[in-house]
């Protein structure tokens, strides 16, 4: 079994930042991509921001500059540090990793979800 639980998100105004956090956890043997995706209400849910093992990054366009992806392969977590957040940012942010778990099976995982509310 492997979990993925997000958090840091909330209520934040126009301007300002927020940092999420993912940790994994469970029978995991390596991760592989990790990254964070959102969905606001009526969308898609979107790529925001990738991460390989080896620390290459990528971001969607609305989100460079601003948003910075890092991760942490020592305790399996991956952040997202949000900055300059603005109103189109609100949405629910989820962590995605791909995971090689301890019987050797390679699947994607996601995480609960942490609601990002950009308002003033």
């Known amino acids: 079994q492997v979990q993925l639980v997000d958090s840091g998100g909330g209520l934040v105004q126009p301007g300002g930042s927020l940092r999420l956090t993912c940790v994994a956890s469970?029978?995991?043997?390596?991760?592989?991509?990790m990254g964070w995706y959102r969905q606001a209400p009526g969308k898609q849910r979107e790529l925001v921001a990738g991460?390989?093992?080896?620390?290459?990054?990528n971001y969607a366009d609305s989100v460079k500059g601003r948003f910075t992806i890092s991760r942490d392969n020592a305790k399996n977590t991956v952040t997202l540090q949000m900055n300059s957040l603005k109103p189109e940012d609100e949405a629910v942010y989820y962590c995605?990793?791909?995971?090689?778990?301890?019987?050797?099976?390679?699947?994607?995982?996601w995480g609960q979800g942490t609601q990002v509310t950009v308002s003033s």
């Open positions: 469970g029978s995991i043997y390596s991760i592989y991509t």
């Open positions: 995605k990793a791909n995971i090689k778990t301890l019987s050797v099976r390679l699947a994607d995982y």
């Open positions: 991460i390989s093992r080896a620390g290459d990054t």
